[in-house]
């Protein structure tokens, strides 16, 4: 029995000597319980296996004979960040990392690879699917890059391993930078393609800006505040080519990964430069320069061991260079609060961009060093700040017009108010560049098409409506109406209770064309109505053409536009008979031999008028081409029954004429002209009875 207790925890230990080796070579992420749509995408941010200086083959991965891993490390993480042997690991070597992604099928996924340090070349399953630069554990065959990438890939067996081999030797950190993003094939290129897009939008924005202050700067170069201001825009283009996602090595591949780095560090300092004297020339009283000098010193100094020093000597001084751009922003901080507490000009959008972006600056300084959580923001921080900033400069630029600005709007504010009462049009005729011209007494004489427009019935209506309700109903009646006139060049004179008159000085054409138009757009007025459960509204439209006196009437102290001649008058008799003939457009004969010879119109003579003080009579004709279009063949098909009835009615042979309204009414039901016809005649023969 002893002996049995004895054997039992040598037999465990011997197990777990067999399966350790076994459990050190591969580093399992889980994903198969994910839905992969269009949408989702995985940062992989889990334990991944390390080799430590070496590039392992990942086909021995794959089969297992590859060597007892360095360590199981969390990732992303720099090499740099990690102990071996109590001792951190230097940033100059290679490395190799591995992780298998167990995936819910085979279909087909991204990856989206952002920034290593400095060169990385990536195997799946084996196969050589991406690379960044020249891996290798030879120092002087090393050749970094930094350049984001997406690459594709079908699972074996709904397994991929990743093999990652990164290199470097210049940078003072290496490693995995940031997560490999994973998704399906979709998912991953609308991530990239967001990231396109807002760095292009970014830099374009900023550059767009940048120029236009430069260009403000040298058409007054008294005033040097858009000058540092675009000169710091443009650093931060240069820094957004240099990091972005559409770097520099995207738009020129083998561009120099050294000058790529000492754009992104180099011209943030001189933008340093830049934003100080920026700030100096805003708030001079608080922004010093003698303070000011000091710090333009450090950063003229770090811009030059940016351009004339090796990366692998300047970028360890990157830690330093932090401490120096927060001291400056604190200092610029201050000042800005001290000129908000003296209530300087704008200061409200100095302050708030400026915060924003150095919570920013802050944010990405602590997630650099792995800190904070979050993610870069640095890019929108300073899109942000700019765009404030550049608002607040167009504040002053414009303060010192504000004043003639203001004045000058308001007197065309003046005159537009008064020329909705007296038509600009109006003006125009009399020859006049604005109503404060306008003298009592002028008037021209112009050839004129009037059209008058009324609501049928509409006292009717309004006995149904509150005062203010009718106010309500002619607006939006009236609304509809106005923007039609204008359009077919066309003014209102004026408004006659529900009634309008209308002016249309260069064709009859266009009056008729309105007219057309008006009707149409109250049949749609009459559906909208009717959803609502009111009653719809009919309209009767008179149109005549001839010459016509326009000017100004009244006396002194108020005057008023007005035409005045026969042809208003008639133009207001005609309107009127479309209430006896129960038509909607009618027109004169004037109008109807100006207008006859287009194809488009449809016409059909009805009566003859005399206006009160003149002898000769007026030919009156309907405009068919408001009914539908299925009903317009019935109406030509019945134009020579109806002019036969219309001359019988005219020699008084009322029988005959009534006998052939009602065959004309039997073949044509939408004819109302032909129905009111009836009705008076057999309303007259009743009488005669």
């Given at each position: 029995m002893m002996k049995r207790i004895a054997i039992f925890p040598v037999t465990i230990a011997l197990i777990f000597l067999l399966f350790l080796p076994a459990v050190g070579r591969e580093a399992v992420y889980d994903m198969r319980h994910i839905n992969f749509d269009d949408t989702t995408i995985i940062k992989i941010k889990t334990p991944w296996l390390f080799w430590w200086n070496e590039l392992v083959d990942p086909q021995s991965i794959e089969k297992g004979s590859a060597p007892q891993p360095t360590d199981i490390v969390m990732m992303p993480k720099h090499w740099t960040d990690y102990k071996l042997h109590g001792e951190k690991l230097p940033a100059k070597g290679c490395a190799t990392y591995a992780l298998r992604i167990l995936l819910p099928d085979n279909a087909l996924y991204g990856l989206y690879l952002d920034h290593m340090v400095t060169a990385y070349r990536l195997y799946i399953n084996g196969v050589d699917v991406a690379s960044n630069g020249m891996v290798s554990k030879d120092i002087t065959k090393?050749?970094?890059?930094?350049?984001?990438?997406?690459?594709?890939?079908?699972?074996?067996?709904?397994?991929?391993?990743?093999?990652?081999?990164?290199?470097?030797?210049?940078?003072r950190t290496a490693g995995m930078w940031q997560p490999v993003v994973i998704g399906n094939d979709k998912a991953i290129q609308s991530h990239y393609n967001a990231k396109i897009i807002r760095d292009l939008f970014l830099f374009g924005s900023i550059l767009i800006?940048?120029?236009?202050?430069?260009?403000?700067?040298?058409?007054?170069?008294?005033?040097?505040?858009?000058?540092?201001?675009?000169?710091f825009s443009l650093t931060v283009c240069a820094r957004i080519l240099a990091t972005g996602s559409t770097t520099i090595a995207h738009l020129f591949p083998g561009f120099p990964w050294e000058l790529q780095i000492k754009m992104e560090l180099g011209v943030f300092y001189l933008g340093g430069l830049f934003f100080g004297m920026f700030f100096h020339e805003v708030y001079p009283l608080e922004i010093k320069m003698k303070h000011l000098r000091f710090f333009n010193a450090v950063f003229i100094i770090l811009t030059l061991l940016a351009i004339i020093t090796p990366v692998s000597f300047f970028n360890?001084?990157?830690?330093?260079m932090q401490i120096a751009v927060l001291s400056g922003l604190t200092y610029v901080l201050v000042c800005l609060i001290i000129a908000a507490k003296r209530k300087r000009l704008h200061i409200n959008?100095?302050?708030?961009?400026?915060?924003?972006f150095m919570l920013a600056a802050i944010n990405d300084i602590l997630y650099a060093r792995n800190i904070l959580p979050t993610m870069y923001v640095l890019p929108i921080g300073l899109f942000i700040f700019i765009f404030t900033q550049a608002i607040a400069i167009a504040r002053i630029f414009s303060f010192s017009f504000l004043q003639v600005e203001h004045l000058s709007a308001h007197l065309s504010d003046l005159n537009h108010s008064l020329e909705r009462f007296v038509p600009h049009e109006f003006l125009a005729f009399l020859q006049k560049h604005s109503i404060m011209d306008v003298q009592l007494g002028d008037q021209i004489l112009k050839d004129i098409t009037i059209l008058f427009a009324d609501i049928r019935s509409f006292t009717t209506l309004s006995e149904k409506m509150t005062p203010e309700e009718t106010f309500k109903f002619l607006n939006s009646y009236l609304n509809r109406i106005g923007p039609i006139i204008r359009s077919h060049n066309g003014f209102i004179d004026k408004y006659i209770g529900d009634a309008i008159m209308a002016l249309f000085p260069h064709s009859p054409t266009d009056a008729l064309d309105a007219a057309i138009a008006i009707v149409a757009r109250i049949q749609e007025y009459n559906n909208e109505r009717s959803r609502l459960g009111l009653e719809p509204i009919r309209i009767g439209i008179g149109i005549h053409t001839g010459s016509a006196i326009l000017g100004i009437i009244g006396e002194t102290m108020r005057i008023e536009s007005t035409v005045i001649s026969d042809t208003v008058n008639l133009s207001?008799?005609?309107?009127?008979?479309?209430?006896?003939f129960h038509t909607t457009i009618l027109v004169s004969g004037e109008v109807y031999e100006q207008v006859k010879e287009y194809q488009k119109y449809h016409f059909r003579y009805i009566s003859k008028v005399i206006v009160k003080g003149k002898s000769k009579p007026t030919r009156i004709y309907e405009v068919l081409s408001v009914y539908p279009e299925e009903s317009l063949p019935l109406f030509e098909a019945t134009i020579k029954q109806f002019q036969k009835a219309l001359t019988l009615y005219t020699k008084k042979q009322f029988e005959k004429s009534v006998a052939l309204f009602k065959e004309i009414a039997t073949t044509n039901p939408h004819d109302n002209v032909t129905k009111n016809f009836i009705i008076e005649l057999e309303g007259n023969k009743a009488g005669r009875v």
């Amino acid at each position: 029995m002893m002996k049995r207790i004895a054997i039992f925890p040598v037999t465990i230990a011997l197990i777990f000597l067999l399966f350790l080796p076994a459990v050190g070579r591969e580093a399992v992420y889980d994903m198969r319980h994910i839905n992969f749509d269009d949408t989702t995408i995985i940062k992989i941010k889990t334990p991944w296996l390390f080799w430590w200086n070496e590039l392992v083959d990942p086909q021995s991965i794959e089969k297992g004979s590859a060597p007892q891993p360095t360590d199981i490390v969390m990732m992303p993480k720099h090499w740099t960040d990690y102990k071996l042997h109590g001792e951190k690991l230097p940033a100059k070597g290679c490395a190799t990392y591995a992780l298998r992604i167990l995936l819910p099928d085979n279909a087909l996924y991204g990856l989206y690879l952002d920034h290593m340090v400095t060169a990385y070349r990536l195997y799946i399953n084996g196969v050589d699917v991406a690379s960044n630069g020249m891996v290798s554990k030879d120092i002087t065959k090393m050749r970094n890059e930094f350049r984001h990438q997406t690459i594709y890939f079908l699972p074996k067996d709904k397994s991929a391993l990743l093999v990652l081999h990164i290199s470097n030797r210049d940078y003072r950190t290496a490693g995995m930078w940031q997560p490999v993003v994973i998704g399906n094939d979709k998912a991953i290129q609308s991530h990239y393609n967001a990231k396109i897009i807002r760095d292009l939008f970014l830099f374009g924005s900023i550059l767009i800006i940048g120029l236009y202050n430069i260009a403000l700067f040298l058409f007054r170069t008294k005033d040097k505040t858009p000058l540092w201001f675009g000169l710091f825009s443009l650093t931060v283009c240069a820094r957004i080519l240099a990091t972005g996602s559409t770097t520099i090595a995207h738009l020129f591949p083998g561009f120099p990964w050294e000058l790529q780095i000492k754009m992104e560090l180099g011209v943030f300092y001189l933008g340093g430069l830049f934003f100080g004297m920026f700030f100096h020339e805003v708030y001079p009283l608080e922004i010093k320069m003698k303070h000011l000098r000091f710090f333009n010193a450090v950063f003229i100094i770090l811009t030059l061991l940016a351009i004339i020093t090796p990366v692998s000597f300047f970028n360890r001084l990157v830690p330093f260079m932090q401490i120096a751009v927060l001291s400056g922003l604190t200092y610029v901080l201050v000042c800005l609060i001290i000129a908000a507490k003296r209530k300087r000009l704008h200061i409200n959008y100095f302050l708030a961009g400026f915060v924003l972006f150095m919570l920013a600056a802050i944010n990405d300084i602590l997630y650099a060093r792995n800190i904070l959580p979050t993610m870069y923001v640095l890019p929108i921080g300073l899109f942000i700040f700019i765009f404030t900033q550049a608002i607040a400069i167009a504040r002053i630029f414009s303060f010192s017009f504000l004043q003639v600005e203001h004045l000058s709007a308001h007197l065309s504010d003046l005159n537009h108010s008064l020329e909705r009462f007296v038509p600009h049009e109006f003006l125009a005729f009399l020859q006049k560049h604005s109503i404060m011209d306008v003298q009592l007494g002028d008037q021209i004489l112009k050839d004129i098409t009037i059209l008058f427009a009324d609501i049928r019935s509409f006292t009717t209506l309004s006995e149904k409506m509150t005062p203010e309700e009718t106010f309500k109903f002619l607006n939006s009646y009236l609304n509809r109406i106005g923007p039609i006139i204008r359009s077919h060049n066309g003014f209102i004179d004026k408004y006659i209770g529900d009634a309008i008159m209308a002016l249309f000085p260069h064709s009859p054409t266009d009056a008729l064309d309105a007219a057309i138009a008006i009707v149409a757009r109250i049949q749609e007025y009459n559906n909208e109505r009717s959803r609502l459960g009111l009653e719809p509204i009919r309209i009767g439209i008179g149109i005549h053409t001839g010459s016509a006196i326009l000017g100004i009437i009244g006396e002194t102290m108020r005057i008023e536009s007005t035409v005045i001649s026969d042809t208003v008058n008639l133009s207001s008799r005609i309107e009127s008979l479309t209430k006896h003939f129960h038509t909607t457009i009618l027109v004169s004969g004037e109008v109807y031999e100006q207008v006859k010879e287009y194809q488009k119109y449809h016409f059909r003579y009805i009566s003859k008028v005399i206006v009160k003080g003149k002898s000769k009579p007026t030919r009156i004709y309907e405009v068919l081409s408001v009914y539908p279009e299925e009903s317009l063949p019935l109406f030509e098909a019945t134009i020579k029954q109806f002019q036969k009835a219309l001359t019988l009615y005219t020699k008084k042979q009322f029988e005959k004429s009534v006998a052939l309204f009602k065959e004309i009414a039997t073949t044509n039901p939408h004819d109302n002209v032909t129905k009111n016809f009836i009705i008076e005649l057999e309303g007259n023969k009743a009488g005669r009875v």
